[in-house]
């Protein structure tokens, strides 16, 4: 492997901030247009439309809901106060790496890109299931995007002097 230049490990820097705001963006994006498609659901089942969809949606009900993974520890992690929190410490993190180039910075973005990975994986999963191939699509990219700037935080990390 060579060696980086300085202007690369800048680049990298810049780049993992980017990937960070972009899957935080892309989140917030997809807990709306999730949030979207169940009351569009509830909408047409108010207004008396019936299919084999909203029968499925009926007869599991509430304790689906309650079942879907997006509550953990009683937690609903697409409530609009935790998507803006996750939202704002994105976007603190990739000023963090902008700003200053230190190693205890790039594992946290490392540590908290991963958690994020593994949630949107969980998220892709759930949305399969659930016949949601936009959003499971969305969930995916958004996967990548925070594999993607945890793997480069951690190979600035080690690469540091």
Do not use: Y
């Not at 599991?60 to 937690?75: D, N, P, Y």
């Amino acid at each position: 492997m060579l060696p980086m230049s300085i202007p690369d490990l800048t680049s990298v820097r810049w780049l993992v901030g980017a990937l960070l705001i972009t899957a935080a963006a892309l989140f917030a994006i997809g807990v709306a247009t999730e949030g979207d498609v169940h009351h569009e659901k509830v909408a047409s089942v108010e207004s008396g439309e019936h299919n084999e969809a909203i029968e499925r949606a009926e007869h599991h009900g509430a304790a689906e809901a309650s079942e879907t993974g997006e509550k953990i520890l009683g937690v609903n992690l697409e409530s609009t106060p935790l998507v803006l929190l996750a939202f704002i410490i994105s976007v603190a993190l990739a000023a963090a790496t902008w700003t200053a180039d230190r190693r205890v910075i790039l594992l946290v973005i490392a540590l908290f890109a991963t958690a994020f990975a593994l949630l949107d994986v969980a998220e892709f999963s759930h949305q399969i299931r659930e016949s949601a191939t936009a959003i499971a699509v969305l969930a995916a990219c958004i996967a990548v995007l925070h594999a993607s700037a945890a793997l480069l935080a951690e190979q600035r990390r080690a690469a540091r002097p």
